[in-house]
């Protein structure tokens, strides 16, 4: 996020109004766009640069008085990119962590006007919102409409989260029960996200590898996992955990291969997908960010813990190569940073960072709380590929997640790797946060 405000002479902070074209007083963000820095950029932020993030947040609230609706791709003005309104996560992940709680009220109002408001220009607001709010979905009629469908899901369960820190649980259970209707795309023939036209009927020529049309920048494989508020939900409907995790063992083992479908032509996140070569797993691009963890919610780290390992150390360098597909305003920066840590926040918004598997061998971290987190870890040598144990503070650690509380804290946490897997029974509560239980 770049600053967009300067200092008068009287000290003041104004910046340029792009709707009105006129000086307005207070604080100002633009070149973000939020379909990309939710999953990583912010949640580092509220770790490391709290009063930075408390500072953008009033710039999103000022863009927001502005313009009527909360920003979703700023450069410098809205540009409307992307599916979604997932500044909603930037917002709810941010309350639930304490910051900024007094600009939750007039956010919440924000929030629940995209949700339930058509705007007249196509730059602002859900696409297809009260469509979303007729059916249960985004019909087939608009372009991609699965991801549009997911991330509204998405973003409901964030306003719930936004209500229930401010103490309005009706609100809350509303939004709670409305982010469930990712279930109303989903195939149980073919176990996809799919596009349904208005009737409800699933759009018959569908092929899982087809990019474009009706998904954003993939094709069913890169779009049908996005239910960040609800994996055990996702798992019951795929049938139970064997069935998910043989879905999962299709996405990582099969070739990388892709049809140009929508597009017409090959797009650059398909290229570098087939370049990386890790099956349908496209860690090239934001919508597969949390893919390897998904084995986690089913009680399997040790499956995620060694494909971490070589997403790391293959997909990225020090080369004039860096990445492995495009850094996007900051988000693939953050991916590295996260995983090379040990812990991804896959839930913006649940308050918690799902453990995965260190790649740094001791880190110093100063955190926005004023205290140190350090973290080491023990045999990690590219054999090494496994974690054995966890220890937080001395005590060994279970859970397959840590909360933000527990890293505010700082202390120390220590992973002891190994050679082969170590498996382990894991109690529900050991389990990241899902809405179903």
Known sequence: PQTFYEINDEGNKIHYDTTSKSIKSGILYTNNGFWDTYKTVYPLFSLFLREKYEEILEGILNSYKEAGFLPKWLSPDERGLMPGTLIDAVIADAAVKGIKLELMPDFLNAMIKSATTQSKSKKYGRQGALEYLKYGYVPSNFSESVNHTLDYAYSDYCISKVADVLGMKEVSQYYADQSLNYKNIFDKEYKFMRAKDVNGQ????FSPISWGKDYAEGSAWQSSFAVYQDFNGLISIFGGKEAFTEKLINLCNQEPIFDVGGYGYEIHEMSEMAAVDFGQLAISNQPSFHYPFLFNYIGKPEMAQPLIKNLLTQCFNASYRAYPGDEDNGS???????????????????????IGMPLIKEAHLKLSSGNILTIRTNKNKPQHQFIHEIYLKDKRYQKLYFTHNELMEGGE???????????????KSDLPFSLSK
């Not at 590295?336 to 649940?350: E, Q």
């Not at 992973?415 to 109690?427: A, D, I, R, S, W």
């Open 413 to 427: 946490i220590f992973f002891e790797l190994g050679t082969v897997p170590h498996p382990k029974k894991y109690q």
């Open 332 to 354: 693939m920066a953050g991916w590295y940073i996260f995983n090379a840590l040990g812990f991804y926040p896959v839930t913006p918004g649940s308050g918690e960072y799902v």
């Open 202 to 205: 699933f759009r018959t020529d």
